[in-house]
């Protein structure tokens, strides 16, 4: 019985290392900023992240570079003719950061966002 005891927790706690920030999250611009709505649906493994993002859950688009270490998560998303590039952070509850996008020509703009789990 104390070897079950002894091998649960680290199974348990590997276990929910290992699921992270998988699943799907969605909110807003908290500033107002040029950015609107963000619907995400991440799956890491590891130090890695790969998914989808865009801002609505039918319009999608692949996430590239995404990567996680510790509890900061980075990864781009391009779109027409322009990169949207996250920086957030795992606050627990929510995915706090912020988004710049970045157009063709040198021109970017950045938001602040907020996102929340969707069950």
């Known amino acids: 019985m104390l070897i ?15 699921a992270g920030v998988s699943g ?18 991440l799956k890491q493994e590891g130090t ?8 609505s859950e039918s319009k999608q688009l692949p996430i590239a570079s995404g990567k ?3 509890e900061r998560l980075t990864f781009e998303v391009k779109m027409g003719g322009g990169t949207l590039r996250f920086d957030l952070t795992d606050a627990g509850s929510e995915l706090r950061g912020t988004v710049q996008l970045s157009d063709g020509g040198g021109h970017t703009e950045s938001s602040k966002v907020v996102l929340k789990p969707v069950s």
């Open 4 to 18: 079950v005891a002894m091998v649960l927790p680290p199974l348990t706690s590997a276990y929910a290392q290992a």
């Open 48 to 55: 890695t992240l790969t998914g989808t993002a865009g801002p």
């Open 24 to 41: 799907k999250w969605s909110g807003s611009s908290s500033d107002n900023g040029p950015i609107g709505t963000v619907f995400a649906v």
């Open 68 to 70: 996680v270490a510790g």
